[in-house]
Every structure is written in C-alpha cells, then in structure tokens.
C-alpha cells in the first residue's frame, strides 16, 4: 500500500525563479489537498481537487500560485516569481470523497527555500 | 473564522508519564482529527473522532470529543522516547453556509519532549 509521495522533498531557489512541486496520492483517493506550513504553525489550507476539478482555492494562493491534476490522478503546485515569504513546507494530503474525506493522508511534504 | 486554540504549547515530560492535551474552537466542530508530525516530515494521522462524546483509542492514545463539540482531548499512556514530536488537532473548515468539503483546520501544535 503506497502512501502519499512528494517531488522533490527540498527545493533551494532564488528570489524570481518559478519552481513546481509533484504530489501522486494514494492510488483509490479522488480528492487531492495542498497546504502550506511555516515554522511554528500547522499546516494552513490551499486548494484542493476532487478528481480533476479544482473546487477550492484559499485567499492564500495569490496568482502567483496555480495547482493542477490533470488526469484526476497527480497533482503539480507551480509558483512563479517566487519571494522569500513563499519560503515554507507545501504538503499535499489525500482522501476518499464522503465521511472519509475528512481522514486526509498527508505525504512528506517540499521544503521551499527561497534565497 | 474558525480558529483551534492547543495547550498546553509544549512539554517536557519523564519516559513512562501519561500526558495529556487539548483543544478549543470557538465554532462546533462535527469531526475532530489529531495528527503527529516528526521533524521534516508530513503529518500522520493518529485518531478521527465523529460523534459527541465519542472516546476513541489507538494503542497507547486516547482521544475524546468533547460534549459540547467545541473541543477535543488527546491522551497519551506511558510515554516513550518515540513520542517526541509535534501533536496537531484538526477539524473540517466549514464555509458560511455550514457546507465543508473536507478541507481542514489546525491548531498551532502540541510540542511534546520525553526525556529517556
């Protein structure tokens, strides 16, 4: 039973640059998560799909941000022109659509640094 | 908006201890969830709770949901050295119209040490 998987797990970039991050759920989930962590907090909610459908997305992800899945099945966060408070941990957790979708499996997340 | 309030914010017990913590919303919660998360690592989900009053247990974990649907109760059973890291509790965040989609709330964390 495959869990979670995320790609890379550190990224190092410079102010600018554009970067995207991987996330491949676990296999029978439909509905894919993205949030973001800094230090000293939980993690705080981005969007989220249910299959390929992006039905949400926080007052957090600022144009800058855009997230897709495709196929319904993995899902990519971009961010372009990165700053340095984009700097934090971007974990991407799964669940079952219903009563269930509350039990969400996070993966181990990508560690942005932005210099 | 919704906001879950943990304490206490950390602690620093001997291995063998029972531990215990919580958490407060100011909004009813329909599910409540606690998650530990290890340095570097992505959350991992210890117990899901649905129903007033509900006490749940996985191994040396005991959780509760509170009557009031306002908070939750973590417990912990003689503490190991593997324990240490960072508790979270967490509900579903719901929109105005009362309507989630599984979308989560979290506190800002438990810390907890096990001195061995």
């Known amino acids: 039973d495959t869990g979670v998987s995320q790609n890379p797990r550190h990224k190092i970039t410079k102010r600018g640059q554009n970067v995207t991050f991987r996330c491949d759920p676990i296999?029978?989930?439909?509905?894919l998560y993205w949030y973001r962590q800094t230090l000293g907090q939980g993690p705080e909610f981005l969007t989220y799909?249910?299959?390929?459908?992006?039905?949400?997305k926080s007052r957090l992800l600022s144009d800058r941000f855009s997230a897709e899945r495709p196929k319904g099945s993995f899902s990519t966060l971009e961010i372009q022109r990165t700053e340095q408070g984009d700097s934090a941990m971007y974990l991407c957790?799964?669940?079952?659509?219903?009563?269930?979708?509350?039990?969400?499996?996070f993966g181990p997340g990508t560690r942005l640094t932005v210099t | 908006g919704q906001q879950l309030n943990q304490s206490p914010q950390s602690m620093f017990i001997q291995e063998g201890e029972d531990v215990s913590m919580n958490c407060t919303s100011s909004?009813?919660?329909?599910?409540w969830l606690w998650y530990k998360q290890d340095p570097g690592e992505g959350p991992v989900l210890l117990i899901a709770?649905?129903?007033?009053?509900e006490l749940t247990s996985n191994g040396r974990l005991t959780a509760q949901f509170g009557i009031t649907r306002k908070d939750s109760f973590l417990n912990i059973s003689a503490s190991i050295p593997s324990d240490v890291g960072i508790y979270f509790c967490?509900?579903?965040?719901?929109?105005?119209?009362?309507?989630?989609?599984?979308?989560?709330?979290f506190g800002q964390g438990t810390i907890l040490t096990v001195h061995p």
């Open positions: 709770l649905y129903k007033a009053g």
């Open positions: 957790a799964s669940s079952l659509v219903g009563r269930g979708s509350y039990e969400q499996y």
């Open positions: 909004s009813i919660f329909n599910t």
């Open positions: 967490a509900g579903p965040f719901a929109n105005a119209g009362g309507t989630s989609y599984g979308k989560l709330t």
């Open positions: 799909f249910q299959n390929e459908a992006q039905l949400e």
């Open positions: 296999s029978e989930h439909n509905r």
